[in-house]
Structures are given as C-alpha cells and as structure tokens.
C-alpha cells in the first residue's frame, strides 16, 4: 500500500532520507496540525518493508493509543506494543511510552530506527539513557515546538540535524490549517485560578465572578459550540465544569488518572454530546479533536511551547469550520504573539522570521549557535552603560556614610566593575539625564555634609514628582483613543513599537488614571514600565507614586534595560522549577477524591 502524502511531507520525508547518510539524529520541526503522524508512519513503513524493526515513542498513553489507532491504519500493519515479556518479532513496528521502554529497552532486540513523537521532551535523562545505548540506531525526533527548557542541549547535542520545511503560516495560506482570530478578553481578572488548587477551599464572590465571566465569553464567542477550556489547575478544572453544568452547557474535565474515563469522555465531545471540555495539560498537545471550534485559555504561561501548542488545538480544518477562535483571558498572546509568527528556534524566546529561509537554503550554521547565544544588541549595551555610569558618582558618597543593606545592594555591581564605568556621550538625551543627577548628587552631599541623615533615603535625592494631566485632557490623548477602541493591550503594544511620539509625561498620566479607574493592581504598572522599557526618570515617578526608596527606581532601571539572561542559565532555574511543579502537582492527586466535589447547586428549570 502506497501511503498519500502531500508535497511538503514527500519533501522532509526525503530530506530526511538524504540526511541519514551524514547524520544519525535528524529533528524534524512540524507545526501542530501539519502532519507529523503521516510522516512518521511512511518512513516506519518502509523500514518495516527492509525487514527491520521500528519503536515509536511518546509520554502520554492516550497518544500511544492515539498513534496505534493512526499508524495501523495508514500502514495496514499490525502495529504492537512494546512488553517486556516476549521477543520482538522482525519485522515490525513497536510503539510503546518513555515510562515503560525506559526500564526494559536493555532486555530487546536493538531496533533499526527509534521515532519519536513530541521530541521536545528528549532531552530529558530516559530518552538519553536510550540513545547512549543504541549508538549506531536511527533517531528521529518530530515536534511542533522545539523550544523546551532543554532546548540547547536539545538541538545542540541530541540532535545532530535540523529539518524545517514549511511554516505554520504556509500551512494556513494553502489550507491545510485554518485561518483563526484571537480574542483577548479586556476585563479586569477577580481571580487567579492558578491560585484555586485544593477541592476544599471556598467559592468566594471575586471568584464567582471570574466564573461568570468565563460562561459569559464562551456565550458570547462559542455560541454553544465545541470549546477546549485550558484550565491552571485540576482543583480549578471541576470547578469550572460544575460551574458550567450547573449553567445547562453539558460539560466534561479529563485529568489522566482513568484512562477508561478519559476515553468515555472525549468519545462524548467527538459525539457533541458534551459541548465543552476542560483540562489541565492533558489536552495540550498530540490530541486530534479537529472538530473543536474554539479554545478558552485561562492558564497563563512564560512558555511559548506551550501557547502554540494550546492554540494548535483548535487550528485542524473541519466541515463547517471557517475560522478557528482563541479565547484567551491572559496575556499570553500579547507575551508570545500570533501562533503563526516565526520562530528562531535555537534561541526560542525571540523571533527570527529568516530563519526558515536560511533553514530551507541550507545557509544556517549550527556553529554560529554560541555566538549568537553571547551576541547582545549594540543598544541594550549602550543603555547598560547609561544606567551605570549615571550612578558611578554614587560611590564616593556611599563610601563616606553609613547605608542600609538593600542600597548596597543595588550598586554592587557599580563598585566591583569601576574601570568599566567610563560613560559615553552618544546621546543628547544622555547629556540632560547626567546633568540632572549630578545637580541631585550635589545636594545630597550637602545634606551628608551638614549630617542631616545617615542613610540613603527618598528624602535625600529630591525629584520632583510629575503633576496629573487633568482628566479631559488625557481623554484627549491620541493614545486614549486607541485605549476605547481596542482596549490597554493594545495600547501598550503600540508603544513598545513606538509607533506613536513617546511623551512620557502624558503616557504616565494616561497610565496612573487607567490604573486608579480599572483599580489595578500597583505590579501592573511595574509590569507596563517593563514592557515599555520606561527611562529613568519614569521609574522614579513610579517609585514616589508608590512610596518606594529611590533605589528601587535605579535598580528596576537596570534590571528592564539589561542583557537578557543566557540560555543556559534560564534552563537551571526552569528545570528546577519544573521538578518543585511536578512533586506539588503528584502530591495534589494523591490527595484527590474518586468523586468530584460539586461546588454549584443544579439550577432550577
């Protein structure tokens, strides 16, 4: 049996086999939707068709099962499980989870090619533990999104080749995925559900409304349609599902531990005898429900694996489906972008949209990787050097009085690296800002002088706090505009691109009124500030606006216009966190009831 594939699949496919004669571990990057499976299973075919032996990997069971169900079909070969009793058979194709192959592959027969499903997860020790042993085996990894926490050692080391041949915009231009439109939900949040993980606590007003909130989107957006709800926590996912229930919108939550209830379920959203489902994480990747018309996110994530991959769920084509929608009630997409963008993969926290450009002319080099891990932008340096120098003349001050321990801190780094404080006069704006310090500095070694204070203290660099512009004349703002029309993200997003002339005394009378009117919270103004990459003199504002020492100021300056932090330290800290997550998350469902816990009476009809 010929397998049909389209054009694109035929070409990694033979891309792949091209480049088996030079590199053994080959990475194929897919966009969620594009296919994966097909390709997987016309290359298992035609091993198996040499008379050698496939295993086929994944983590989850149900896409184990998933993956049985497809690669039978499309192979008409009678795929097995991996068991650790009993001899492989050749030929033939394995499938089998990470969990199970990681503590028996020793006891097998050594098979000819290994195939691995979400290969983002490879660089974890089980997958390396499986390639160290098998040396000389093919290894071929398929994922949508290579950007894990392990995303160096993942390209760098596991995989010794990279293939990506179509984007996921091309994808949506020729069809193959649909075109889609994000909603992002402009309310203000009453709750966090990432908060809401324990059956026991209480169902408050503030998080009553947040509920309400989320029915009214699905209402309004959904129209009563097939709808993914991607929910923080497990606690939140049965809240969330009696909540809608409660509401007469049938509603179901999958959470992994009953495989046989799992499958009930998502047989029922198949059937559209349950109109919504909720998850926590089960459902982000691998699953084909193309029949979803739209997705509700509610988990709010750093990772942009993660988004795409919540977002791939609703983009399969289906009869009927014209435009995929995406709910999304954080900022995620204001964070990571449109799923479609493209994507430096090597460095997965920027954009590079030569990247498959390069890929495809064959011009990247993956020796380049480590200079362009250490290659910091020419401006962050220049603004580095700005916020240093302008607080060099400090020292002298801190060295002759007595200063507290969080000061000293902010100026460690000003007082190891003295030889490399020379400050560079580029800019007039530089010129205005080193006046301005040095006429504060003066007075607050008059005030040390005359021993008015021991400390270093709000009260002894005296700036003078910026006036609000009255009401009407904010409305009158062209950025107020934008505000009514597509609400704050928007705006914020148009200055970070500085789109519009940036005068920061009006963007921070527009800033504290919308806060004060909203009533946010103070960290989203130091969140904005971040965002928009605020100048000295706009932290220090915040800092008087929030009665905070001045040194806050210098030091969140610093911190929004320093070099981002190497990859290779960020994968540290995400591992760490990862671990500290998955024993919280394992100690939850422990502690969990066979039985959910209604939270909602059933209303009357």
């Known amino acids: 049996m010929q397998l049909t594939l389209r054009k694109y699949q035929w070409e990694i496919r033979d891309e792949v086999y091209r480049e088996w004669n030079n590199f053994a571990k080959i990475l194929v990057i897919l966009p969620p939707g594009g296919g994966k499976t097909a390709i997987l299973a016309s290359i298992a075919h035609k091993f198996y068709n040499q008379n050698k032996i496939v295993w086929i990997i994944n983590n989850r069971v149900n896409l184990v099962k998933q993956l049985h169900e497809k690669?039978?079909?499309?192979?008409?070969?009678?795929?097995?499980?991996?068991?650790?009793?009993?001899?492989?058979?050749?030929?033939?194709?394995?499938?089998?989870?990470?969990?199970?192959?990681?503590?028996?592959?020793?006891?097998?027969?050594?098979?000819?090619?290994?195939?691995?499903?979400?290969?983002?997860?490879?660089?974890?020790?089980?997958?390396?533990?499986?390639?160290?042993?098998?040396?000389?085996?093919?290894?071929?990894?398929?994922?949508?999104?290579?950007?894990?926490?392990?995303?160096?050692?993942?390209?760098?080391?596991?995989?010794?080749?990279?293939?990506?041949?179509?984007?996921?915009?091309?994808?949506?231009?020729?069809?193959?995925?649909?075109?889609y439109r994000i909603i992002p939900i402009n309310q203000p949040s009453y709750y966090d559900f990432a908060n809401f993980i324990s059956e026991d606590q209480v169902v408050t007003p503030s998080i009553r409304k947040e509920l309400q909130k989320i029915l009214d989107s699905y209402r309004k957006y959904s129209n009563n349609q097939s709808c993914i709800i991607f929910a923080p926590t497990i606690a939140s996912c049965r809240l969330i599902s009696d909540f809608f229930n409660t509401n007469e919108i049938p509603t179901s939550y999958v959470e992994g531990k009953n495989e046989p209830g799992y499958n009930k379920i998502i047989d029922k959203f198949r059937k559209k005898e349950i109109k919504v489902v909720v998850n926590c994480e089960l459902l982000v990747q691998g699953i084909d429900l193309p029949m979803i018309q739209s997705i509700i996110v509610l988990r709010q994530t750093e990772s942009i694996r993660l988004w795409i991959q919540m977002c791939g769920r609703v983009l399969r084509p289906w009869q009927g489906?014209?435009?995929?929608?995406?709910?999304?009630?954080?900022?995620?997409?204001?964070?990571?972008?449109?799923?479609?963008?493209?994507?430096?993969?090597?460095?997965?926290?920027?954009?590079?949209?030569n990247l498959i450009k390069s890929v495809k002319n064959k011009s990247f080099k993956y020796d380049t990787i480590p200079q362009k891990i250490q290659t910091i932008s020419k401006e962050k340096n220049l603004l580095l050097n700005i916020a240093e120098n302008s607080l060099s003349s400090l020292n002298k001050l801190l060295s002759d009085i007595d200063y507290d321990a969080e000061f000293t801190d902010n100026y460690k780094t000003i007082k190891t690296n003295k030889k490399n404080n020379q400050?560079?006069?580029?800019?007039?704006?530089?010129?205005?800002?080193?006046?301005?310090?040095?006429?504060?500095?003066?007075?607050?070694?008059?005030?040390?002088?005359?021993?008015?204070?021991?400390?270093?203290?709000?009260?002894?660099?005296?700036?003078?706090?910026?006036?609000?512009?009255?009401?009407?004349?904010?409305?009158?703002?062209p950025i107020y505009k934008i505000y009514e029309e597509n609400g704050i993200k928007k705006v914020i997003k148009v200055l970070s691109l500085h789109e519009i002339p940036m005068n920061w005394k009006s963007i921070w009378s527009f800033l504290v009124y919308i806060r004060e009117k909203k009533e946010y919270h103070k960290k989203w103004l130091v969140y904005t500030l971040f965002t928009l990459k605020a100048p000295l003199d706009v932290w220090q504002q915040l800092a008087i606006y929030l009665d905070y020492q001045m040194g806050w100021a210098y030091h969140c300056f610093r911190e929004c216009h320093s070099p981002p932090t190497p990859p290779l330290a960020q994968n540290q800290s995400n591992q760490s966190l990862n671990q500290s997550s998955s024993r919280s998350s394992s100690s939850e469902s422990k502690n969990k009831s066979s039985k959910p816990k209604k939270y909602f009476p059933k209303s009357p009809k």
């Open 423 to 477: 400050f560079q006069k580029d800019t007039e704006k530089f010129q205005k800002d080193t006046e301005s310090l040095n006429n504060v500095l003066d007075n607050a070694s008059d005030n040390v002088s005359n021993n008015v204070s021991n400390n270093i203290s709000d009260n002894m660099l005296e700036i003078e706090k910026w006036s609000i512009l009255d009401e009407k004349i904010i409305k009158d703002l």
């Open 321 to 353: 489906k014209s435009i995929a929608l995406i709910i999304d009630h954080t900022n995620n997409h204001y964070i990571h972008g449109d799923p479609c963008d493209d994507r430096n993969w090597l460095m997965p926290n920027s954009y590079n949209k």
């Open 71 to 179: 690669v039978s079909f499309l192979t008409q070969i009678k795929v097995k499980p991996l068991k650790k009793e009993g001899k492989a058979e050749r030929p033939g194709i394995y499938l089998g989870t990470i969990q199970y192959i990681g503590k028996y592959f020793k006891e097998w027969e050594k098979p000819d090619l290994i195939i691995v499903d979400e290969a983002h997860h490879c660089s974890a020790k089980t997958y390396q533990d499986i390639f160290d042993y098998f040396r000389d085996t093919k290894i071929l990894g398929l994922t949508g999104t290579p950007c894990c926490n392990e995303n160096l050692a993942l390209i760098g080391s596991v995989f010794e080749k990279l293939i990506i041949r179509v984007s996921m915009k091309e994808l949506i231009d020729k069809g193959f995925l649909c075109h």
